[in-house]
C-alpha cells in the first residue's frame, strides 16, 4: 500500500499546527480557524462550539453522506506550556533531526489531527458508503473540559456512528482503557496577625497542612485495597496533590491558602465515595474558621470531572481499530485519562490509537518518530477504504 501522499500532506498539516500556540490557557480559535478554511476548501462545511468567553472553540465535521455507520476521529488542540523547559530548538517549529520530528504538540496530539486532516481529501472525492467525522476539541489538557459540550451536539446531530477512534499517543497501538480523573481545588481563608499572636488570628497554611496531610493519609489507604490483577500501573486509584499557593511572609499568619489535587480511578471505582469524607473534615473546619472570623474558611469547588474508559473488548470500535492498525496483541489499558471516557459515557462505542508514545509527551523537545506518522498514514488510508 502507497502511503507516501498522505505522509506528505500530512506533514505539510502539521507543521501548520506545530506553528499555532494553543497552550490551554490561549486561545486556540487560529488553529480552529485553519481546519475551518481547510475543510471549505474541499467543500465541508463545519460547526463551532465555543466556550462561555468565545475564546475558544470545539470544531465538528463531516465528510461524506449522512448516515450511520461512520467513524469519528477524535483529537485535541491544545498543548502543556513550554514553560521554563530546555528546548534545543523552537518549540512551535517543526524540526527533524535524523529520524525524529520536534515540536510542542508533535506526539500530544498534533500528529493525529494532521493525519486525520490529510484523509479529508482521499474521502471527500471518493465515493464513500459511509461518512468520515472529524471531532477536534479544546482545554483537555487541563481537565478535559472543552468536549462535552460538542459530543452533547454529536450525540444530538449525528447519525450513530460505528466508532470514535480518540488518537491520544499510543505507539499506533490499541489501547482499550484508561483511568478516570477528578480534580478539586481547595481555598482557605485565614485571618492575618502577627505569628507571635497565633490566639489573634488564623494561619490559612497551618489549616491547608491539617487537611493535606488528609489527603496523604487517603492516599496511603488506596494501596491497600489494590486488585493486584488490575491492568493498570499502578493498579490502585491514586491521589496527589499538584499545586500548592499560600502566605505572603514568615511573620505573619497566612490570609490565605490555595491547593489543587486530582484523584485517578480505575472503572467501578466511585472518587465521590473516596472524598467523601475530606469533604466533611473541610465543612467542619469551615464551620471552627467561621465561628471566630466570619469572612474565614474553607472552600472546596470540584474543578473537573472526567470519567474512566471501561474495557469492552468486543466492542465495534475494538475490531475496526486493530484492524486498521494491524493489531493482534492483548487489551491495554493506560493510568492517564483521555476523552475517550466521555465518549463511552455518551453511548459511543470508543477505543484510543494514535501515533508517538505518552512518555515523549509533556516533554521539552517533545517529539514524534517517522516511523510513527508512516504507521499512522497507513491507519488512515485503510480508514479511508474501510469507508467504501
Known amino acids: 500500500m502507497d502511503t507516501s501522499h498522505i505522509a506528505t500532506a500530512a506533514l ?83 524540526t527533524r533531526r535524523g ?38 476539541s479544546y482545554d483537555e489538557e487541563v481537565g478535559c473540559l472543552g468536549a462535552p459540550s460538542m459530543i452533547r451536539e454529536l450525540v444530538r446531530d449525528l447519525p450513530p456512528p460505528l466508532a470514535v477512534i480518540v488518537g491520544e499517543p499510543t505507539n499506533m497501538e490499541v489501547v482499550s482503557g484508561h483511568k478516570g480523573i477528578s480534580s478539586w481545588r481547595v481555598v482557605v481563608r485565614g485571618h492575618e496577625a502577627h505569628s507571635s499572636l497565633t490566639h489573634l488570628g488564623v494561619s490559612a497554611n497551618m489549616v491547608a497542612v491539617k487537611l493535606m496531610h488528609a489527603l496523604s493519609e487517603i492516599a496511603d489507604g488506596l494501596e491497600r485495597p489494590a486488585d493486584r490483577n488490575s491492568p493498570y500501573h499502578p493498579p490502585h486509584a491514586t491521589l496527589t496533590i499538584g499545586v500548592v499557593k499560600g502566605g505572603t ?27 467523601a469524607p475530606f469533604e466533611l473534615l473541610c465543612a467542619a473546619e469551615d464551620k471552627a474558621i467561621r465561628a471566630r472570623f466570619p469572612d474565614a474558611g474553607v472552600e472546596i469547588v470540584r474543578r473537573s470531572s472526567t470519567p474512566s474508559f471501561a474495557l469492552k473488548p468486543d466492542s465495534p470500535a475494538e475490531a475496526l481499530a486493530r484492524r486498521l ?19 463511552q459515557e455518551a453511548g459511543f462505542s470508543t477505543i484510543i490509537c494514535g501515533p508517538g508514545s505518552i512518555e515523549q509527551a509533556h516533554q521539552p523537545d517533545e517529539y514524534l518518530e517517522v516511523a510513527q506518522f508512516e504507521r499512522g498514514s497507513a491507519f488512515m488510508a485503510r480508514l479511508d477504504e474501510a469507508l467504501r
Open 325 to 343: 492498525a494491524d493489531d493482534n496483541g492483548s487489551a491495554r489499558v493506560v493510568s492517564y485519562a483521555a476523552e475517550a471516557g466521555q465518549f
Open 99 to 136: 529520524d525524529r520530528m520536534y515540536g510542542r504538540g508533535t506526539c500530544d496530539m498534533k500528529g493525529f489531527l494532521a493525519l486525520a486532516l490529510a484523509i479529508v481529501p482521499e474521502v471527500a472525492r471518493g465515493q464513500v458508503a459511509r461518512p468520515l467525522h472529524l471531532a477536534f
Open 249 to 275: 511572609a514568615v511573620n505573619i499568619l497566612a490570609r490565605e491558602c490555595e491547593f489543587v489535587f486530582d484523584l485517578r480511578t480505575p472503572a467501578g471505582t466511585d472518587p465521590q465515595a473516596i472524598i
Open 12 to 94: 505539510a498539516h502539521l507543521e501548520r499546527l506545530i506553528a499555532f500556540d494553543t497552550t490551554s490557557r490561549d486561545s486556540n480559535l487560529a488553529l480552529i480557524g485553519y481546519v475551518e478554511a481547510f475543510l471549505g476548501g474541499h467543500g465541508v462545511a463545519s460547526h463551532r462550539v465555543a466556550n462561555a468567553d468565545g475564546r475558544k472553540a470545539n470544531l465538528y465535521a463531516t465528510i461524506g453522506p449522512a448516515v450511520p455507520g461512520g467513524v469519528v476521529l477524535s483529537g485535541h488542540t491544545d498543548v502543556v506550556p513550554v514553560d521554563g523547559q530546555n528546548w534545543t530548538s523552537d518549540p512551535f517549529t517543526l
